[in-house]
């Protein structure tokens, strides 16, 4: 049995727990008539999760004030299939960043406000397994909701899953993608040409600046290529003069030395697509 330390609505409350101090409690009438001090049965709930900060717990309790209860619920059968999907139990600030963003974005389409989102593409490309999970949550709240939920949307909600994934903040995934927008702009200028986005070698590039920028940020590099560089060097200047200025980019953008090998593997990539 668990102590309610405090009821936040009829379906949610904040009980006393031997092993994690504070646990918020969910399950369908739950807090009904339950007042502080009150014992419930934890089998009663239909989830539970910690929030073990402080800080998280009074967000989540403000979360309560202006979300109502049924979205709450949606919320945590969103979150329960997220964590299905991926077979992990996902860090606990999800249900905070995840359902203040949700329910934000349910009132803009209500309103009839356009949800715009320069990144999708660039998204899905970089992270194709939560923007596969995301796409299957919208498609879940629209039909729940009775909406017509526009498709930038998947991107912001496979970018909030990326983040509770990786324990990396929303700020730095979100950092990362606009990254790579902004080098393929680069590339387009630089070489001047508009990139299919649907063409192969265009996603081979996406996926290796992906790539690239998480090896840099970890500090994994490749081997030195000095050799193929020189070649590389000759034979393509325009593209490799490109995958320097590119490379200069990712490093003032990640304030991280970029190994020269990496001026290879772009160069590659670029003369790839300048053949379009």
Same mark, same amino acid.
């Given at each position: 049995?668990?102590?309610?330390?405090k009821?936040? !609505?009829?379906?949610?409350?904040?009980?006393?727990?031997?092993?994690?101090?504070?646990?918020?409690?969910?399950?369908?009438?739950?807090?009904?008539?339950?007042?502080?001090?009150?014992?419930?049965?934890?089998?009663?709930?239909?989830?539970?999760?910690v +929030?073990?900060?402080?800080?998280?717990?009074?967000?989540?309790?403000?979360?309560?004030d202006?979300?109502?209860e !049924?979205?709450?619920?949606l919320?945590?059968?969103?979150?329960?299939?997220?964590?299905?999907?991926?077979?992990v139990?996902?860090?606990?600030?999800?249900?905070?960043?995840l359902?203040?963003?949700?329910?934000?974005?349910?009132?803009?389409?209500?309103?009839?406000?356009?949800?715009?989102?320069?990144?999708?593409?660039?998204?899905?490309?970089?992270?194709?397994?939560?923007?596969?999970?995301a796409?299957?949550?919208?498609?879940?709240?629209?039909?729940?909701?009775?909406?017509?939920?526009?498709?930038?949307?998947?991107?912001?909600?496979?970018?909030?899953?990326?983040?509770?994934?990786?324990?990396?903040?929303?700020?730095?995934?979100?950092?990362?993608?606009?990254?790579?927008?902004?080098?393929?702009?680069?590339?387009?200028d630089?070489?001047?040409?508009?990139?299919?986005?649907?063409?192969?070698?265009?996603?081979?590039?996406?996926?290796?600046?992906?790539?690239?920028?998480?090896?840099?940020?970890?500090?994994?590099?490749?081997?030195?290529?000095?050799?193929?560089?020189?070649?590389?060097?000759?034979?393509?200047?325009?593209?490799?003069?490109?995958?320097?200025?590119?490379?200069?980019?990712?490093?003032?953008?990640?304030?991280?030395?970029?190994?020269?090998?990496?001026?290879?593997? +772009?160069?590659?990539?670029?003369?790839?697509?300048?053949k379009?």
């Open positions: 049995m668990l102590t309610v330390k009821v936040l !609505n009829n379906n949610v409350l904040v009980a006393k727990h031997p092993n994690y101090e504070e646990v918020i409690l969910i399950g369908k009438g739950l807090g009904f008539g339950k007042k502080t001090g009150d014992l419930v049965a934890d089998e009663q709930a239909e989830k539970f999760f +929030l073990k900060e402080e800080k998280e717990q009074e967000q989540y309790k403000q979360l309560l202006y979300v109502d !049924n979205f709450i619920g919320m945590n059968d969103i979150i329960e299939m997220v964590e299905e999907r991926f077979s139990t996902l860090h606990e600030h999800i249900h905070i960043a359902t203040d963003h949700l329910f934000y974005a349910m009132k803009r389409v209500k309103q009839g406000l356009d949800v715009s989102n320069p990144f999708l593409p660039e998204t899905e490309l970089a992270y194709p397994k939560e923007f596969a999970v796409s299957e949550l919208v498609d879940y709240l629209s039909k729940e909701l009775d909406l017509s939920i526009p498709p930038g949307e998947i991107g912001f909600v496979a970018l909030h899953i990326h983040s509770a994934l990786t324990r990396r903040s929303l700020r730095e995934v979100n950092r990362h993608t606009q990254l790579i927008s902004e080098l393929v702009s680069v590339t387009e630089s070489l001047n040409i508009e990139i299919d986005r649907k063409d192969v070698n265009y996603l081979r590039l996406v996926r290796h600046l992906h790539h690239a920028i998480e090896r840099i940020t970890k500090g994994q590099y490749f081997d030195n290529q000095e050799s193929l560089k020189k070649v590389l060097q000759a034979e393509y200047p325009v593209c490799y003069n490109l995958s320097w200025k590119l490379m200069k980019i990712m490093q003032q953008a990640l304030k991280k030395p970029i190994p020269e090998a990496e001026s290879v593997y +772009l160069t590659l990539h670029l003369q790839r697509l300048s379009q």
